[in-house]
Structure formats: C-alpha cells, structure tokens
C-alpha cells in the first residue's frame, strides 16, 4: 500500500481556549470520496478549514501528496475548494469567476480558454458564459462553483456543504453528478456535510464527528452495520438503531445497551414475541410504513411494516427479532463483540 | 386633513426650494443681460453674451479650468490610493492596537480643516510644496471621511470571497484589487462625487498657499477677478461666476440619476 494521498496527524485548533477540533488523524487514499459527516458544531467544518489552510491547526501535521503542507497558504496547497455559499464574485461573469485562479496563476490565455471550454462543457454551463451570478438559478450558480473548482485540475477539491442551499429535488441529481464528476476526473474530494444520506451514498470513506472529536471512520457499511459507539448508532441510518437497556432483554442482561435496526424487527403474534411495546405513531412513506415504538428500556425503537398501516396510538404491539442482528454496546457507548466481554 | 398635510409638505418643499435656487437664477439672469437691466428686473430687456466677453478677456480663464481641473483630479487619484489601503487594513487586516488607531483617524472628523492651515501652510512650505497643486491637494488625501466610508464597504464584503480568492491563489494586494476594489465601486463613485464638488468648491486654503495664475484654481482666480479693486460689475461678476460652475454643474445635471444611485447603493450595503 502507498503512502496515503491526504495524511492528517493530531491535529488540533482551539480558539480562546475554546475546542474547535482536537486528535484529528485521517488517511485518506488518492482518488477517494471522503464526507466528514456530523451535527452542527462538531469540528466538519473546521477540519475542511484546517485542511484548506484557511485556518492553521495549533497541534499536529497536516501532509498532501506526501508534502508537509501543516503552515502552508492555500494557494501552495494545490487545492480547490467548494464553498456553502458557492463565493462567486458577483462583479466577474461567469467565465470571469472560472478562470479566477488560472488568471491569478498568470496561465495563458489560449490555455484558459481550452481549460474554461471543458469545464464549463463538464458542468453543462456552456452558453451562459457572458452572464453575472445573479442573473443565474441557485443550481446554475452550485454549477458554476463546481467548474471554478476543477477547472484547475487540482487534485483534491474541498467541498463545505456544497448542496445546502439547494432544494430536495435538485439536491438528489447534484448529488450524482458531483460523485460521477468526481470519478471521471480521478479526484480526491472530502466532503463535509451535515446530511448523512449525501455521505452515506455519495462517499467511499465516512468520517463521523462529534464535539470536535472523530467518533468513527469507515466505509458506509461500516458506519451502518458496525457502528463504533451509540453516538453512530443513533446518528446513522433512518429511521437511527434503536438503543435498548441490556436489562430488558432476556438473555444479555449482561450488556449495558443493545442496539437494534428497524429492518431487523419482526411484528410477532400475540403472546410470541419477545418484547411487548406500545405504539405512539404511524409514519407512512408509500412502500412501508414505520412504527414508531415506546417501551419503558427502550428509545426510538420502530418496527417497519410494508405498505399502509394505521395503528392506533397506546395499541399493544410484540416484537421479535433474531440474536444476531443485536449490536452491544458497554456502559461507556462502546461497541463490544459479545455481552460477556462488556463486563470484562 | 392627510390631503392638507400633503398640499403643506409640497408647497413648503416648493418654497424652499425656490428660495435655494434663486440666487443661481439671479445669475444666470444677470450674466446674460446689460447690469442696469440686470438690477432692474426688466424681463423684456434684451439679452446679450457681453458679459461672458468681459469676464472671459478680464482673467487666464483656461488656466484657472486647467488648474482645478487638475487639483480635483490628483486629490481624488491621492484619495483613493490612501483611504483604499487605510480602510483595507482596517476592515480586515488584523494587527496590534488597531481599534485605537482606527479611533484617532475617526478623531479627525471632528477637526475643522481650517483649524489646521497654519500647521499645513508650515508644513506644506517646509517640503517645498508652497504655490504648487500638490501642495493646494495635499493635506486632503488622507481623508478619514473617505477611510471610514473604505472601511464600511470593506467590512460588507462577504468573507467567503475573501477566502475564495485565497485558496485560487491571490495575495493581499491581489484579493483587494480583485475583490474588494471592484465591489466597493458604487462607494467609490459616491465618494469622489463628494470629493470632487467639495474640492471644486473650496476657497480659503487654495487662497492661502496659491499665489501664482499657474497654481490658482477657479475659485480663487474668481474672487480675485471680483476683487472691489477692480470695479463691482454684477453682470460680469455673474457671467464669471456661471463659466466656473458650469463644467460641474452640467455634469450633474446629466449624471444626476447615476449620481443618486450610486449613494443609495453605497447607503444599503
């Protein structure tokens, strides 16, 4: 294996004291889609900032293509950034915006016309050269910022929150291009992102945090079948794994939680089934309905039922589910392989 | 009793504006008539361009349009240079004691231009600048007018164009020149509408450290020309008078809209 492409060693930044991030360690292969995923205030952002050089860190390394890059400006980085507000310079047309940097850069103008032509040909922006950011759609500007960033042909491109302020529907489609334009073009992204679907289905590496601290990286699947500590369990995956008192569940007393996937819950007959809940809500979402259950040791326990289902609240429901599709957890939120060695 | 109101808003608006406009009037009358008919208000009398002939043999009139011309232009050129990086640094470059030194240029808000000649004309003679239109535009170019105003359209521009700007490559100098200069532009173009009618305009320091027809600016040359030593022609005075307004005058009339868009852009952001 390689040396990684992106190396960040114990990086820490704090402001006044106050924690911004703090043990950031990362390796990040070339050509890889990572999403730093996680609510907001959890360090995502300053992390992207760090690697940017926008912010420099208090502690720790920061190397890119094997160059210690820890106190170099942005500009010595060879990066490109993408930003939640897209930062299109109103003044500049849209070809003006796109070329800023090769401008800056003092590339020639026959090579930044080819370079402007392919970018804006990626992005499907040609034709609207001559236009000014506000006479643009908020899907045409996202366009634009995108072109801007790889009309340089960096190799890693930062991305902040890039679909943020756009609506459900276009969200889902830029979402596919920037992952297809991302594979074609061989980058390296990381993505921040506070919407676990863009990460989950978007990137090849998920870096979940939380409080300025990782709590856990991986790939997707990872994060969604083998979740690090409860913090992943409730944050991944909709409707979150349902996190259960040991107590209450026969047999693994001896674990401090258990952790269930909804997918893994069964409605059992009356009298057959291992836990008995009582329904408070009905959430209908067209292939199936989930239920949302409550039960004294237990929190955000549903059970996914196919096609439509009205239950009444307060009705009795038993469930039953198979041991293996149980996660533990010991009393600290960690995950543990098996009840017995969470007392351990 | 709103409809009453209304009538009063305007017909006091109107008179107000009658009373402020009517000395030009009376000049523009009195320049293009013979003086007795000028003082005596006859409206059949007969108009003439005579006094433009006097006034314009009476004085180097073309030198007087060339020097202010020019005093404007170097206050303004000087002006912006100045109060571009002053309110660049102190809109968002970041050092020591900032704040403070940031309140002592505001302070000279509150001085008086005129309080300081001496000073300037000491100042002003000791670098060999007396009787020279660097010397007359001088002691206005670090204006903290003009730094304050840099500062304010500096500190609305969004900081992620900043940083963009940054991370494609741009150093200070750049990303000020790139970013800020051209979206501070309705600023800048409100600014030098003050700049240039305020220096036009201005009399007593020219007066003062002008003592040549190759420095003296209009206003002077003008004061000089109406000089009682020369003999009270209100005609003439008057038709002198309109030939040095007129250049500024005329520009905004025509600019008028720009000119008043410009200071509603520059107010909003």
């Not at chain 1, 809940?277 to 199936?288: D, I, N, P």
């Not at chain 2, 979206?183 to 509408?193: N, Q, S, V, W």
Request: hydrophobic share 50%; proline share 5%; charged share 20%.
């Amino acid at each position: 294996m390689t040396d990684p492409f992106v190396h960040v060693d114990d990086v820490a930044k704090r402001w006044k004291g106050q924690l911004g991030v703090e043990g950031i360690t990362l390796s990040i292969p070339r050509g890889s889609f990572v999403a730093l995923l996680g609510p907001s205030g959890c360090g995502k952002s300053t992390t992207l900032r760090l690697l940017s050089g926008l912010e420099l860190p208090d502690e720790g390394r920061i190397h890119i293509d094997g160059r210690d890059v820890t106190t170099a400006a942005p500009s010595e980085r060879n990066l490109s950034m993408v930003f939640q507000s897209y930062a299109l310079f109103p003044h500049l047309s849209v070809a003006e915006n796109v070329v800023f940097g090769l401008k800056v850069r003092r590339v020639g103008a026959a090579e930044r016309r080819e370079k402007l032509r392919r970018a804006l040909e990626i992005t499907g922006l040609l034709g609207y050269e001559a236009r000014k950011p506000g006479e643009l759609s908020g899907g045409q500007r996202q366009r634009v910022a995108l072109a801007r960033a790889i009309v340089a042909n960096q190799p890693l491109c930062l991305m902040d929150e890039p679909l943020s302020n756009l609506d459900a529907k276009l969200r889902a489609s830029v979402r596919k291009d920037i992952k297809k334009l991302q594979v074609d073009l061989g980058i390296t992204v990381i993505y921040v992102t506070h919407d676990q679907t863009e990460a989950m289905s978007m990137a090849d590496m998920v870096v979940l945090m939380k409080d300025g601290h990782i709590q856990q990286t991986g790939a997707p699947e990872d994060l969604y079948y083998r979740p690090a500590n409860t913090f992943v369990a409730e944050f991944v995956g909709a409707p979150p794994m349902a996190l259960l008192d040991g107590a209450a569940v026969p047999g693994f007393e001896r674990a401090a939680k258990v952790g269930l996937r909804a997918e893994s819950l069964r409605v059992a007959e009356a009298g057959q089934g291992r836990l008995t809940c009582r329904v408070s809500e009905c959430e209908f979402l067209g292939s199936e309905t989930f239920v949302g259950l409550t039960h004294p040791a237990a929190n955000g326990l549903t059970v996914s039922m196919p096609g439509l289902k009205h239950i009444p609240p307060g009705e009795k429901l038993e469930i039953d589910f198979a041991d293996e599709d149980l996660h533990f957890f010991d009393a600290k939120g960690n995950r543990v392989g098996h009840p017995d060695t969470a007392t351990a | 009793m709103s409809g009453l109101s209304r009538h009063i808003e305007t017909l006091s608006a109107l008179l107000l504006a009658v009373i402020w406009i009517s000395p030009l009037v009376f000049a523009f009358w009195a320049a293009f008539h013979t003086t007795s008919d000028a003082v005596s208000f006859d409206l059949t009398a007969p108009w003439t361009l005579d006094n433009f002939r006097i006034a314009w043999a009476g004085a180097p009139w073309l030198q007087y349009f060339l020097n202010t011309f020019l005093l404007v232009t170097i206050i303004l050129i000087g002006q912006f240079i100045v109060t571009t990086l002053a309110g660049f640094a102190f809109a968002q470059v970041r050092f020591p004691g900032r704040d403070v030194v940031f309140i002592l240029v505001l302070m000279q808000l509150f001085i008086l231009p005129e309080v300081l000649i001496v000073e300037n004309y000491v100042m002003v003679s000791r670098l060999g600048l007396f009787d020279t239109l660097l010397g007359v535009g001088m002691p206005y170019m670090a204006s903290a007018f003009g730094i304050f105003l840099m500062r304010q359209a500096f500190k609305g521009v969004p900081i992620e164009l900043h940083e963009a700007a940054r991370v494609e490559g741009c150093g200070w100098f750049g990303i000020l020149w790139r970013v800020y200069v051209p979206l501070a532009r309705p600023t800048y173009l409100a600014y030098a509408l003050v700049s240039v009618s305020t220096h036009w305009n201005n009399f007593l320091w020219p007066l003062i450290v002008t003592n040549s027809p190759d420095t003296r600016p209009l206003t002077v040359g003008l004061s000089i020309f109406a000089a009682p030593e020369n003999g009270v022609d209100i005609s003439v005075i008057s038709a002198a008078t309109m030939m040095s307004v007129a250049p500024l005058l005329i520009a905004f009339l025509v600019f008028q809209r720009q000119f008043v868009q410009a200071f509603l852009r520059a107010g909003i952001k």
